[in-house]
């Protein structure tokens, strides 16, 4: 994008305009949701710890807004259906999907569906699997990353999404990244390169 100026003379300045996906004014508050498994094995409990000692440590430094711990098991989407409850780990998975399926993404294979056999008639049912820790990033309520994820290039763990946050953006990805701030003076600076 570019920034035309008119001066005296009919002289015409260019300015290439940095709007970069990374200097867009947020569209209201970061918010984080982490997940950690409710039934880790033991070994890994101490890093989920850290996990979510980092991600607090966002919201202490106001990097984000709120910061949300959950945790959530793998479930059977028939019984979770027949809950009460409004909150449901296969709700939640369904949102990150949605996301993940607009974005290019793909949860697998740490998301997982898979058939098992049921103890008390003949036949299977679905069990939908999830992983030890996952992160959702809400902007102005608008869901933004999940982590994991894969493109086609690589796996973005949850660390990665935390890195990010901890530099200021919503993504680990640099061309889909969003800022955390919104610098006036980004968008007026001078070109690194000339005009295309």
């Known amino acids: 994008m570019y ?17 970069s996906p990374s200097t867009l004014p947020p569209l209201g508050p ?7 498994r409710a039934d880790p094995a033991t070994d890994t409990v101490e890093r ?7 991600a607090r440590r966002l ?8 910061v949300e711990v959950k945790t959530w098991t793998t479930v059977r989407p ?9 909150s449901s780990v296969s709700a939640t998975v369904a949102a990150f999907q949605a ?10 294979p740490a998301f997982t569906r898979c058939e098992t056999r049921s103890l008390l008639h003949s036949g299977s049912s679905t069990e939908l699997r999830v992983p030890v820790a996952s992160l959702a990033v809400y902007e102005g ?3 933004r990353w ?22 200021g953006v919503i993504t680990p990805v640099s061309d889909r990244g969003l800022s955390l701030q919104y610098h006036e003076t980004d968008a007026l600076a001078e070109p690194s390169e000339p005009p295309q």
């Open 59 to 66: 919201e202490d430094r106001d990097v984000v807004a709120e």
């Open 48 to 54: 989920l710890g850290e996990l979510v000692a980092r």
């Open 99 to 108: 996301w993940a399926d607009r974005a290019g993404y793909s949860l697998a």
């Open 30 to 36: 970061v918010r984080v949701a982490l997940f950690v």
């Open 146 to 167: 999940v982590a994991p994820c894969v493109d086609d290039d690589r796996t973005y763990t949850v660390e990665d999404c935390l890195a990010a946050l901890e530099g």
């Open 141 to 143: 309520g608008e869901l």
């Open 3 to 19: 920034l035309i100026t008119l001066m005296a003379g009919d002289v015409v300045t260019l300015h290439r305009v940095l709007m």
């Open 78 to 86: 028939a019984l979770e259906a027949l809950s009460d409850s409004a």
